[in-house]
């Protein structure tokens, strides 16, 4: 962890924390003209192209539209909770990133200072409190929206979050055995050789499914099926507070995917085989640019399953979560741990190790390929007879249900 944060000037201070606000801003108003223009392309549309170069100011322009519309509020909400959910489910998107590295130390008008604008020994758990909080924006806001529709996806997307919230945090507790730290920069310092999304590939694939139910996201945006629920948890909400809604969600995913960036691909470090032959391409404002396309490669990916997948049931979703994630999670830890003791010892051979990793990862893939027990097939019930034993017996619930089907038929 550098010796410069807590020392800086409050002026670099106050340049660093506006240049995220706008970089998020900004980086908001891209993803939604990228998300367009990539599902545009998988449907074999257009999308946006009118509105300044290759469409790019139609997000831009869809929000002034949206902030300039009528604000309504309807009669059974509780007015200040109303107001004060959109606003405590955005501000939590925007403080997480005080602790993402995004850049070594560089030159800011003079001044060397760390591209952060600050770090923790427990940097990472302060990420995930913090963007935990936003789900109680969600939860207010269908509560006091006095709809029974936007109560269950407020309902819906805390039960999401708890669920997932806890695998992704599983999935990190590899991250620090390895790195031996939960500061964000550290860890990418311990990264300077190999990326933790090779060693820790298990984790790398919990994580990312975990951010997506995180989100809300398809194809896990239950808190917002508009066949269920007409528009879940923002159904009454127009105008500003409704882009606010919208807004923490387009950073939410920015900021899951600058984690993931941080925890699993090295963070701002250029990608492999460029800083061998470019002294510089870890060094200045450069690897900003690498933090920028790795994250932007998250983005590709949250659109792509939009794009292609269905939307799961609810208790399908649940049951993944909590029936497979979450052991699946556990069982990496304890094998992880296994592991970095044997590796720490010195008892651990490198090349068995790699074959016996080869091995398992071909027995995995082979699961796949073994068919699926078919389950027998129920044998037909006797057909009902009320004087089978020459007494008339009068016929069960569940019988005559049945018999009047049958007879309608």
């Known amino acids: 962890m550098s010796e410069l944060f807590g ?16 970089f998020l ?42 902030a300039l519309k009528e604000d309504l509020t309807v009669k059974a909400a509780d007015k200040v909770v109303y107001v004060l959910a959109p606003i405590l489910a955005t501000i939590p998107a925007f403080v997480a990133w005080a602790v993402i590295p995004f850049g070594p130390e560089a030159n800011l008008f003079g001044t060397i200072t760390p591209l952060q604008l600050t770090d923790l020994p427990v940097a ?3 990420i995930l409190a913090i963007t935990s ?28 979050m708890i669920s997932y919230e806890v695998a992704m945090g599983l999935s990190l507790v590899a991250v620090f055995m390895y790195a031996g730290s939960m500061s964000t920069s550290e860890i990418v310092s311990a990264q300077h050789d190999m990326w933790y999304f090779l060693p820790l590939f298990p984790s790398f694939v919990i994580y990312l499914i975990s951010m ?21 948890f923002h159904t009454e909400y127009s105008s500003l507070k409704f882009a606010l809604f919208f807004l923490a969600e387009y950073v939410n995913m920015v900021t899951v995917s600058a984690v993931a960036t941080t925890m699993f691909l090295g963070g701002w470090r250029a990608p492999f085989g460029i800083a061998q032959f470019w002294e510089g391409a870890n060094q200045g404002w450069w690897p900003v640019l690498w933090f920028f396309l790795k994250t932007l490669g998250f983005i590709f990916v949250f659109v792509w399953l939009r794009g292609t997948l269905p939307r799961m049931r609810y208790d399908q979703f649940m049951s993944f979560g909590w029936k497979v994630l979450i052991p699946v999670s556990l069982a990496w830890i304890v094998c992880v741990a296994v592991i970095r003791k044997l590796d720490t010892e010195g008892m651990l051979d490198r090349d068995t190790f790699v074959w016996a990793a080869v091995v398992i990862g071909v027995l995995a893939l082979l699961s796949f ?11 037909p019930e006797p057909e009902f007879d009320a004087f089978a034993g020459g007494y008339p017996v009068p016929p069960m619930p569940a019988q005559s249900t049945r018999r009047k089907a049958d007879d309608r038929a």
């Open 7 to 22: 020392n800086e000037p409050l002026w670099v201070v106050i340049v660093k924390a506006v240049m995220i606000f706008a």
């Open 25 to 66: 801003v900004v980086y908001t108003l891209f993803n939604i003209w990228f998300e367009r223009r990539v599902v545009a392309r998988m449907q074999h549309r257009i999308g946006p192209n009118v509105h300044g170069p290759f469409g790019l100011l139609q997000s831009l322009a869809d929000g002034v539209k949206l």
């Open 124 to 126: 990472v758990l302060f």
């Open 133 to 160: 909080i936003g789900v109680y924006g969600i939860v207010l806001a269908g509560w006091s929206s006095g709809s029974i529709y936007a109560l269950l996806g407020g309902l819906r997307s805390s039960a999401q």
């Open 212 to 232: 997506v139910g995180e989100t809300n996201r398809a194809p896990f945006d239950l808190p917002e099926a508009e066949g269920e629920l007409v528009g879940g």
């Open 369 to 379: 390929l073994v068919p699926e027990k078919k389950k027998p097939e129920p044998e």
